[in-house]
């Protein structure tokens, strides 16, 4: 018999925000900015969609996955257990870490198992191509906040130095994650 496989993934991005407001790009709702499709159902009605134990479902491709908010760190971390019936299960985990000029590192990690042999190898996918999913991921927000006109990548920072601002791509083509449960926008080239 075979057995399922189990991955574990860490990467890191790069938000041009600080801290708390790049968390915040991370939350349940607040992936609705910049993943296109995204849209968090909660069966309970919530005041805070990050508090721990908060319960919500996404569709992807025909597919539902549940998941739950199980950590909160409030401006820095949040944790997510997800479920998808008969691909994957698992913990996602997000922390974000200042950095220069007012930017985050965030820092993404999966820990997903198969649950089924027959989903072994949409998972070995997944784990291939984790670096350039995160760098597209990268690219999506960046797009995002560059076209909300968020004020903290325009003027100057805090410090007083000139902000880089992120490259809009608006003319390049998008196609969707493949992650069960996540509609990502990204870009295919």
Not at 1 to 13: A, F, K, Q
């Amino acid at each position: 018999m075979t057995s399922c496989r189990r991955v574990r993934l860490t990467g890191t991005i790069r938000v041009p925000l600080p801290p708390k407001d790049a968390l915040a790009l991370f939350t349940p709702t607040g992936e609705r900015a910049w993943a296109q499709g995204w849209e968090p159902q909660f069966p309970s009605p919530t005041a805070d969609n990050t508090e721990p134990g908060t319960v919500f479902h996404t569709d992807h491709a025909g597919r539902r996955s549940t998941w739950t908010v199980i950590r909160r760190d409030r401006g820095r971390t949040i944790a997510y257990v997800t479920t998808t019936p008969g691909d994957r299960a698992g913990m996602v985990t997000v922390t974000c870490e200042p950095s220069e000029d007012d930017t985050t590192t965030a820092t993404i990690r999966y820990d997903l198992t198969a649950l089924t042999p027959e989903a072994n190898a949409a998972l070995d996918r997944f784990a291939a191509h984790y670096p350039h999913f995160l760098k597209q991921w990268q690219q999506a927000i960046a797009g995002a906040i560059t076209a909300s006109g968020t004020p903290h990548l325009t003027g100057r920072s805090r410090r007083g130095r000139a902000r880089r601002r992120p490259p809009s791509r608006p003319d390049r083509p998008t196609t969707r994650c493949s992650i069960p449960g996540h509609a990502f926008l990204t870009d295919s080239s």
